[in-house]
């Protein structure tokens, strides 16, 4: 049984604003993929959208209403940005917290800038988690080698380090496993501050996508199991293959972070599975997931679409699963030797292709995805991992 701090229970239960309604603008900051795919969302339901990042041509870009090219510490153009919008939210959390905190001077950010804030920051993020009682694997702050030679001494080899701030996608992580690597990690990470962490043998990788009102309704998608690649998420599949009790446990543990954190809007909980069913919180991401994309076709409402309802203060979808599914990243590194064979992949009628209208493939660069259905949890993945396979013709070596 997972034993956590409730947060303190509001002295009134919260009312719920007016809704933002369909033909309103809403205001995204980031021009990704994840805008792209939200933005879509948007205009389904109604919504114009505006997009602001310092990316021209980026995916968001050829489907939102209008893109605004600045930088982000440019609060000027924030403060033009945000007085075009009803709303504000973000697909990427690397925005500076000044850009935030201007934007909601003049409209609701959703999440808030705080959360953005507490999420950009490892050290700041493991510090609240912890004192929050939420389970997380033992760390330290490191702000210096002696720091990170005494943390692998308190807390063993090997070890995670990980810079403090802006890591994605494996950037700024270092497995270490002996002494002599201590120095030379250091050293790669311009001895930034950084956070070390205690290796966790997992035996399976978890995220909980979920999403919250004004009002503190909570809803979540079902728990995606997920397996990486070079430090790049791979393959994602729900149904996950974990017992009832800790899909439970996974999913009551991301309804009370998000309101510890006072979400509104969509949060997602990464989480380790250790071999005794234990879990271990990894990192937050106050966003929709890429182990989400499933539910665009896979779900009753997709992550995006929820995350839509949430910040205009719809009522909140569905989540229901309509059938196992899987997920699996196209990176650019499927160029390699000319434009993958699209027809191949769609051979499988249940499999479906979605394209992020990146103009430049290249190694780790995530392109797009591909989703399938299937009958069982397994035989999603099989038949994904094999559509993925035929774009390059590696099917026809493999299997054939």
């Not at 809803?219 to 729900?238: G, Q």
């Not at 076709?297 to 910040?311: K, M």
Request: hydrophobic content about 40%; proline content about 7%.
């Amino acid at each position: 049984m997972i034993k956590i701090r409730n947060p303190p229970m509001p002295t009134m239960i919260p009312s719920r604003p007016p809704a933002i309604l369909p033909g309103s603008t809403i205001g995204i900051l980031g021009s990704g993929q994840l805008g792209r795919m939200l933005a879509l969302a948007a205009r389904s339901l109604g919504y114009r959208v505006h997009i602001f990042s310092p990316e021209t041509g980026a995916p968001a870009a050829s489907v939102a209403d209008k893109d605004y090219v600045a930088a982000y510490h440019d609060l000027e153009a924030i403060r033009t940005f945000a007085n075009a919008v009803d709303v504000v939210t973000f697909e990427f959390e690397n925005v500076c917290s000044q850009a935030t905190s201007t934007a909601a001077e003049h409209v609701p950010v959703r999440p808030s800038g705080g959360v953005l804030t507490l999420t950009q920051n490892r050290l700041r993020e493991k510090t609240f988690l912890q004192n929050q009682g939420f389970p997380v694997t033992p760390f330290r702050a490191i702000s210096s080698l002696e720091d990170l030679r005494k943390a692998a001494v308190d807390l063993g080899l090997p070890g995670v380090m990980k810079t403090a701030d802006f890591g994605y996608d494996g950037k700024g992580q270092f497995k270490l496993s002996k002494e002599a690597e201590l120095a030379p990690a250091w050293r790669s990470i311009s001895e930034a501050p950084a956070i070390y962490e205690r290796f966790v043998p997992f035996a399976k990788e978890l995220s909980v996508v979920g999403a919250r009102m004004v009002d503190g309704h909570f809803e979540a998608f079902p728990v995606f199991e997920n397996t990486h690649a070079r430090h790049i998420l791979d393959i994602s599949v729900a149904p996950a293959g974990i017992d009832p009790s800790v899909e439970r446990d996974a999913l009551n543990l991301a309804g009370k972070i998000l309101d510890a954190l006072d979400v509104v809007g969509v949060l997602t909980v990464e989480m380790f599975l250790t071999s005794d069913n234990q879990i271990l919180i990894n990192e937050l991401a106050p966003r929709v997931h890429n182990s989400g994309h499933l539910t665009i076709d896979a779900c009753v409402t997709s992550q995006f679409e929820q995350q839509i309802r949430a910040v205009c203060g719809l009522p909140l979808g569905s989540t229901t699963l309509l059938r196992p599914a899987a997920m699996s990243n196209l990176l650019g590194d499927l160029w390699d030797n000319g434009e993958p064979d699209w027809s191949a992949a769609l051979e499988d009628p249940v499999v479906k292709l979605h394209l992020y209208g990146k103009r430049e493939p290249r190694p780790g660069r995530k392109m797009g995805h591909l989703t399938a259905t299937g009958s069982t949890s397994s035989e999603a993945v099989r038949r994904v991992i094999e559509a993925r396979e035929r774009l390059s013709g590696l099917a026809t070596k493999n299997h054939g």
